[in-house]
């Protein structure tokens, strides 16, 4: 799975708004959602292996927190990438819609 298809699920996207500022165990995480405590672990583990959260150990529970400097060279990325969208959307825009000269 590529950077992108990571951070543009819905879910994980909630996930690491969650996770953002403050560490939350996957049972606080999941109690967020309304999919199974499975399904938030799948999402947790992504974002885990693409580098994108941290996971501390505090007993028997595991903390999750975003890894924002990770995030940030993803944030480059998707600011790459919507440029160039939004250049090919201007030029679809502007010849479907020629500019009138007073």
Known sequence: MDAVQIV????RREILRLVWDRDHSAGEVAA???ITFGAVSQHLAVLRDAGYVTVTKDGNRRLYRADKD??????AVLESIWASKLDTLVEVIEADHPQETP
């Not at 543009?8 to 879910?11: D, F, L, S, V």
């Not at 990770?70 to 944030?75: D, I, N, P, S």
């Open 32 to 34: 967020q959602f309304d």
């Open 70 to 75: 990770a995030l940030g060279e993803m944030r």
């Open 8 to 11: 543009t699920e819905p879910r």
